[in-house]
């Protein structure tokens, strides 16, 4: 039995957990504040090619999310999402907890586009009553999306060029990052990142590390104190470096994206296999998630064979599943779906 | 030049001004712990057959919508409402800086079905990702809405069945209540209201008063505090008798329903006199606030007679407006206006 | 009996009263967005000699706190104010609902001198700890304070000149604005507060009208729509006319500092009188709020001659009690108080 | 050089190394979902003879904190705590952001006495003004303080019999329970928290662990949803078993007391070494946290021999400063710590 419910089943990529036991018994200052966290500060500035850079690590995507927005909006701002965005539907209520309507706008394979973004804001300011209202002040993406799908070059340029134009930020949930930037036909690197967006995060915790989400402010003037803000937030781990070393070994040597583009690379050989196999894909995504429609016999079959997660019920009677892989999978394990299917 | 842009551009009904002056100068305490106070929350007890409810006097109506919630909601509890309701569009986002989401469902001529609630919240107990997701923890309704229709007595009962069915409290808006209660084939009355729901509001501010919002709690115990909350919320008035007096002249010998029959009557004289003049009805209102759909020559000339509110750009080229009658229109305002179609 | 527990139980000055009756019919634009708004406005920027200030009328004390504070706070900071400040302890929380901690300093008579807000925030930034603590970044002083006190001219320089210095705002709680400006000795005027302060308030409640509270923002760009930020925090009153009312009528020809000092001239004709009569002033004050430490016999003595409020129990056995004139003290409560002492 | 700042210097126990060693390729479901944490909270529930009670995993102590009390406290409630309290100063307002005022009572040596909550509580009732002033709705306490003391069983025991007699919840903050529980004289268990308190946390940051507190809620219903206000208030951590890992380990076979003792241990041999030199204890501790207050010449000799804390300037010129052993302190550095002195 194949496991490929989601992308955070395992631990952490062995050679973090090597660097783990090598610094074990270090005596360092705590709140992220020692030289192993300086030094992936480095090396992460650097692969952005932002070297004014603010660079934050927290815990976990939800509290990243949550803790970013209310770090940027003023009382009267709400922040534009998808309406599939994971702050819209899978966060709890953690955005508005911190006081902000997320201003959902419908989604098209789980993006928003620059066109509707503009025309959302272009109405809120025509409208007579838009004292009344809550102010889009921030423009959220995830990239990849809830969908597995990406934002080309162009549409984040597009996306990006809107948000300059209403003088709003952009910010981009790369809680799965590098399978986004490493993806079938993605044309973005985390240098276009830094120049496009006002803060973006690099996902760790689904991607080789055990937690850990860094936090990239292109011009750190623009979150001023949010040190104070990410310790309000319960944000701030007290043994900070735990997360240094995490990135610190995740930008070493570019493995961060090697270890995304074999995710990339399983996920592609297992759509092919299945789509031989005569499943049909619901949404084509180029990244670690794979989504097929399937039938009541497919579906007996494919869960005799591994463990997925249940996504939605069509009207049609199929169900849509979604299959990730990792940076975890194993040549082996995909090897061993596909001879079962 | 008539004016039907809304119905609170006059002062007070002429009963609440006489008695404002007859008792300006007494002597009382603060907060609404008066005598005059406690006489219209008897009044108000009696109207509503409810002697144990708890009677509450607050100012306005996005104030009353958002300590109303705050304080019968838990942490991870969101507010079901129309995707039209008052709270998601036109509050400035008064519920969220409260701290809870606002989950919004489809209206239908600005209201909710009971099937629809039951659906969204059966969904919801069925998500297997629930726990990650706002608790639906209460049902929001306006009463009338804001396209100005109403719930009838059999669609309110069933509202109520779900929130019972789901144990989860059932709150209407009553900004514009009189104008509801008294509407044309409106079959819910004050008792049905106190029967039916676990809190509501009985409008001042659009149905003869200078201000004021009075929320009844027919068992006063399901919001404790309520008082510290209130006062909390910056929604406790100091000289909280001017509050009392207006409720207590409104709710002497009939006068709220009275003067709110009378708005809807001489929204039923203007409704008629347009249609016959060639206007088409947008939606069909019982209430008093109509809604037209007037092609650019029916625009122009309608402005030359009177003031109104547009409310939405037609994809065919039309306006929808909204003219508004309240307790102050004068039979002759209506006349007037209908001699100058 | 007389009564002179506070200076809110009566209704509003008799000329407000008139300006509603006259007023009463005429259809305005709601929201504060009417022509007599506007006057009011005019008349008190002019008052303030501040042609450039932002004027917004709120309806409550406790209300405009919280709004203003949270309006100008950023997640991180914390407003500092006297630990008898009412923010700190009459307001049911309202600041910490808005997100925010109150920072207390102890008082001296109810007030904050510069030189301990300047150590205090010399203090926090010594702090090695600084980061994980709540940044100062308000001053609130009330004036006159809780305790009836008022800061004279160079203490409010003094205040003024420590929070430009270290770059945060001053805020002056002027709820009971008009006995302060009117005091015994006052050397403080509105004109000085528009130039030493970030943002104040003229309290209306408690000198001469029904309600109402008018928040002068002398650069009204150092709070970005403030308009939205009132709306959702419950504070905007629909019909905004009312407000503008009070305050056209209260700046007109100058009565609000006239009824104002007629208060503070009564609670000068009682202090002497009391004192002669043998009663022991306990904070000497200025202003319309008498305190006097009772003996149990005096305490008896007098609660057979007036209502007051109680307030604070020495361990010596004595009673502290607070008096209050107020706009609608007759000279004749007086003498009649004086004839029973 | 030595060091001696803090407690949170290393990275975990060896024991907790080699099992994340052993388990990382393990694939497990989420969010604490997985057998590992099933069977570390039996180990906990065992612990502590609570065989009802809920155990959840959440990350750091501003977190866990914050989350407890947003979670039980109603909207007009607030938190009782020593003014020294962390939650009162060193957490950034993260309380106050959740929506609440942290109630200060000073404190004796960082601890809270029962007399001094009853006293407060029974002013707080007896107030005229109580309404208006946030309801005492928890007691916090931290065990050891701040301070380093710890409270004794019986002073424990009148803290939850006034916390019942107001009918209130009893919260202890445990970030560093271990090294109570193991104190000099400690005669406080893990079953006499179960018993006396609401909630209280077993802190592993300090104790052994990389990260991670396990809030013991003996009760569990007295926390409906807690799950979900953990999510949303982002301290759920997707990769959940590395928190069930660590208390597994800590928690098998006595480890977590063990350590704790060793510490302790560890403390003492410094304390006696330290007073034999003449350095004078500036507040007596029985934990794993020792002040002393040195002299201008105290403190240069110190700093050449180990690193610690200054926590604070005394009037009379000298500096308290802490030193902290923990589990990783080795007999050999407290001998090198001596040899130097």
């Keep these: 039995m194949q496991h490929f419910d989601n992308d955070y089943m395992e631990g952490m990529h062995p050679l973090i957990l090597e660097r783990l036991a090598a610094t074990n018994m270090l005596k360092t200052t705590g709140y992220g504040c020692d030289d192993i966290c300086e030094s992936a500060r480095s090396r992460i500035r650097e692969a952005c090619d932002a070297p004014d850079a603010a660079v934050h690590f927290l815990v976990g995507g939800t509290q990243t999310n949550a803790t970013v927005i209310r770090a940027m909006l003023r009382p009267y701002e709400g922040v534009i999402a998808a309406d599939t965005g994971h702050i819209s539907l899978h966060e709890a209520g953690a955005i508005e907890a911190g006081g902000h309507k997320v201003l959902t706008i419908p989604h098209s394979e789980g993006k928003l586009s620059a066109e509707a973004v503009d025309a959302y804001i272009e109405a809120f300011r025509r409208d007579e009553a838009w004292e009344h209202m809550v102010q889009p002040g921030m423009v959220y993406v995830s990239f990849p999306t809830e969908y597995g799908t990406i934002y080309s070059l162009s549409e984040l340029e597009a996306l990006s060029a809107v948000c300059r134009k209403w003088s709003i930020p952009l910010f981009v949930d790369g809680a799965r990052l590098g399978y986004g930037l490493m993806a079938e036909g993605a044309d973005v690197t985390l240098r276009d990142l830094a120049r496009l967006c006002d803060v973006f995060y690099i996902g760790g915790t689904k991607v080789g590390a055990m937690f850990g989400e860094a936090v990239v ?26 997360l240094g070393i995490q990135f610190d070994v995740l930008f070493n040597d570019g493995l961060y994206l090697r270890i995304a583009r074999h995710a990339v690379e399983q996920a592609i050989r297992m759509r092919e296999a299945m789509v031989a196999k005569g499943y049909e894909v619901f949404i ?14 497919q579906l007996e079959r494919l869960s005799s064979v591994t463990t997925f997660s249940e996504w939605e019920h069509l009207a049609d009677g199929r169900t849509v599943i979604r299959l990730a892989t990792s940076w975890a999978t194993r040549e082996e394990d995909i090897d061993a779906l596909i001879a079962e299917l």
């Design 217 to 242: 402010v292109p011009r750190a003037e623009s979150i001023p104190h949010f040190f104070t803000t990410i310790k309000q937030s319960g944000a701030l781990l007290a043994k900070g470096r735990m």
């Design 284 to 297: 084509p995504t180029p990244t670690n998630q794979l989504f097929f429609a399937l039938t009541a016999e």
